[in-house]
């Protein structure tokens, strides 16, 4: 009768182990297919909050199909110009300060060796598209003067703005701070290019959380101009750099060229504040790839030239000291861009 008895136990202990096992792996198989929680899509560059002034209430076209920022202090940068737009940023940026899980400032993008490459398409609705958009430079270190000119700018009917670089005179944490409330309520599209004082030594990080810039280059086109712009805040345009403009200016099919960056590759007025490396290349490609415009701030005055079918300006006087030694017209001003189809008139506005 005990035999039986322990028989009898052992056989249920050997069904429950059973059970457990078959149990476990069941939840084992169970826990497998569930799907793994989906990647986070990488957000889209931050834009300057819009708050319409009394001189101009533009309606920009947000990206499609972008997902929206998170953020109840979003950063300053650019709102995407009118008409239909396919962007394709490959950079994730950076949340502001005060959000709950900050990621890590953006990757330093140098100069010879750029990796991150958006393209904005703006494409027109049809027939021979007529806009007009500004361009200045060099606003650093005089909030005073740099708002006056965003008020004009927003008051002349400009579609846009680009800017040219030395946005801040240092790119420390509190300059970006100061400049996003001195562009407060410009309700613009808005579009810089980083210039050397714009890097904390030499790094773009602040540039790329606070500017609003997709990346340190990045293109886009609207009507019949194609608008790149380019990363020379080192000093000038290395290898990898011009291997980037080559195959940008290549890829594009529209009639108008136009290149933006920070530093010029000449003078007009024959001082020697250039382009430190890459000059010739660079020039070179321009006339390789047919470019119609460069535009250059850095100095801190306006000039213009033409050289080899390019035209080159010179326009930094958005507030920075003025360089009146040896600049017959440094004067404080933008420029005015209006675009006919493929006739390009630019006008100096003075502040």
């Not at 020039?283 to 250059?296: C, G, N, P, S, T």
């Amino acid at each position: 009768m005990n035999k039986r008895k322990r028989r009898s136990r052992s056989a249920q202990v050997f069904s429950l182990l059973g059970l457990v096992l078959v149990g476990s792996m069941v939840i084992s198989l169970f826990i497998v297919a569930i799907p793994e929680r989906a990647a986070t899509t990488p957000t889209a560059w931050p834009t300057w909050p819009v708050e319409p002034s009394p001189t101009a209430t533009p309606t920009p076209l947000p990206p499609e199909p972008s997902p929206t920022r998170a953020a109840t202090e979003p950063p300053i940068g650019p709102v995407l110009p009118t008409a239909t737009l396919a962007v394709t940023p490959t950079l994730t940026a950076p949340a502001p300060p005060g959000t709950a899980t900050e990621p890590p400032l953006g990757p330093v993008l140098p100069t010879d060796t750029p990796t991150v490459t958006p393209t904005l398409t703006v494409t027109p609705a049809g027939g021979l598209l007529e806009f007009r958009f500004a361009v200045c430079g060099d606003s650093r270190d005089n909030p005073t003067v740099y708002r006056r000119l965003l008020a004009a700018v927003a008051a002349d009917g400009s579609e846009f703005l680009i800017h040219t670089g030395d946005l801040v005179n240092e790119g420390s944490e509190s300059q970006w701070q100061t400049l996003r409330q001195t562009m407060a309520g410009f309700a613009l599209p808005f579009y810089p290019v980083p210039g050397n004082h714009d890097g904390l030594d030499g790094k773009l990080d602040g540039y790329l959380q606070y500017s609003g810039a997709p990346a340190a280059h990045y293109s886009f086109d609207r009507g019949a101009v194609h608008f790149t712009l380019a990363d020379s805040h080192n000093g000038g345009i290395a290898a990898g750099e011009l291997a980037w403009l080559r195959e940008d200016l290549s890829r594009t099919s529209r009639p108008v060229k136009m290149v933006f960056l920070h530093h010029p590759p000449f003078d007009p007025d024959g001082t020697d504040h250039i382009m430190a490396y890459g000059n010739r290349e660079f020039m070179a490609l321009m006339v390789e790839q047919k470019v119609d415009y460069v535009i250059a701030g850095h100095i801190h005055a306006y000039s213009q030239e033409k050289r080899d079918g390019v035209t080159y300006v010179v326009s930094g006087g958005g507030g920075a000291p003025l360089y009146r030694e040896g600049h017959p017209q440094a004067f404080y001003h933008y420029l005015s861009v209006a675009v006919r189809g493929e006739e390009v008139t630019i006008e100096v506005v003075k502040i």
